[in-house]
């Protein structure tokens, strides 16, 4: 099997988007995909796979990864609402094993946060629906722009925590 093919046979075992496929199709190697990936939740899907079961030493790293990505987005909680920053902190003090913290724990809080996007994406797509249509297309250019900047600044951190990636077997 030839080294560039090599890569793509992996990332397909592992089940990713159509997406993800394409792009990596552009590089020899896992590590050049890695290295120019500006993605990082593909990123952190691909470690998610390779981390190990809930609990253990590898996969508590790739939570307080994670939770530094999710930090990213607290900027955009509506003001006053704590739930998604208690989720990302008792994730965070499960990952450390602080203060005893559980794995239940750690989803109760994430269900709660999980209740309160769903309330402000409701919300933001009842704004937008009553936004002028003439502001729609200058709308959409900012958000995907902020998301893309936003998961760019995720791939830079998941780069730092985990500078190679493996094809893990």
Do not use: N
Request: glycine share 6%.
């Amino acid at each position: 099997m030839k080294k560039m093919e090599k890569h793509i046979t992996y990332l397909k075992k592992q089940g990713p988007c159509h997406d993800a496929i394409v792009y990596a199709k552009g590089f020899k190697t896992l590590q050049e995909t890695w290295d120019a990936c500006e993605r990082g939740d593909w990123m952190l899907w691909i470690l998610g796979k390779q981390s190990g079961k809930p609990g253990t030493k590898s996969r508590k790293k790739l939570v307080l990864t994670a939770c530094k990505c999710a930090r990213l987005s607290l900027k955009y909680v509506t003001k006053g609402d704590k739930r998604p920053l208690k989720a990302i902190q008792t994730a965070e003090k499960y990952a450390k094993g602080i203060d005893g913290v559980t794995l239940q724990d750690v989803r109760a809080a994430a269900d709660a946060a999980y209740v309160a996007a769903a309330y402000a994406a409701y919300a933001a797509a009842a704004y937008a629906a009553a936004a002028a249509a003439a502001y729609a297309d200058a709308a959409d250019a900012a958000a995907a722009a902020a998301r893309e900047k936003t998961l760019k600044k995720c791939a830079d951190i998941v780069k730092k925590d985990y500078p190679k990636i493996r094809m893990v077997k």
